[in-house]
């Protein structure tokens, strides 16, 4: 695939959105610019078996199609929400290289998620489908399993300190998300009624 004779430069940040947050979009903003990419996949996880999810799947596609509804290069990609079983990225990446033929791939990561990346199915064989761009979310220095390391690229950005975990606790302690999600994410929230479980 190519732009122009180039190579297409995709993108990928994988996660829970479970709510999509502004922080998410402040890093694929931050990457999209500074890697020069030409589009970024947003891709929610069907049965993110690392996480205790609240939101349902299709709940969690439809905001995060609601949050990038205004942007001209970012998209969501509902591959691993339609895929059965538990959300493995070597899957995620293997479908979007046959969907994507010849483009090249970065798989977006914050560095507290990256800290786990050896219990990720299959990590040694990641790097055979993506170039990983690890971001200072936190600013920790990631451990880089040397079988990956050709792959991985330490991107420093300014990360908004802002977590789903975070959107959830408000919303349970009656607080407003304005500044946190979109407004249209916020508005799907309230109409839906989620993250209320104690409230
Ligand atoms: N504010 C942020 N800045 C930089 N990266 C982020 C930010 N929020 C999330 N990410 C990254 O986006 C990816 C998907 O994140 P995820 O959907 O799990 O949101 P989260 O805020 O980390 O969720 P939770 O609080 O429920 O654990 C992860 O790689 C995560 O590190
Ligand atoms: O492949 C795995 O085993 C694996 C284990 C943990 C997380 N991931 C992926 O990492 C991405 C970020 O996860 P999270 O926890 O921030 O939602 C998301 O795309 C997950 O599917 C993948």
Known sequence: MTVDGQETR?????GT???PQNGHIAVAEAVFEGLHLDHVLFVP??????????????ERLAMVS??????????????????????????TL??????????KLFFIVGDEAFAGIQTWKNYEELGEFATFVVVSRHGTQ???????SPSVNLLEISALPISSTQCRERIVNGQSLEG???DNVAEFIEEHQLYRRNA
């Open 94 to 103: 293997r479908d979007l290289s046959k969907l994507y033929l010849g483009a």
């Open 180 to 182: 946190l999600v979109p």
């Open 142 to 148: 990631p451990e880089v399993p040397a079988k990956l």
């Open 10 to 14: 995709i993108g990928v940040l994988g």
């Open 45 to 58: 996880a069907g049965d993110p078996w690392h996480k205790d999810e609240e939101a349902t799947p299709a």
């Open 66 to 91: 609601l949050a990038l509804e205004d942007s001209q290069h970012f998209s969501v990609s509902s591959v691993d929400i339609d895929r059965p079983g538990p959300t493995y990225t070597i899957d």
């Open 17 to 19: 959105f479970d709510p």
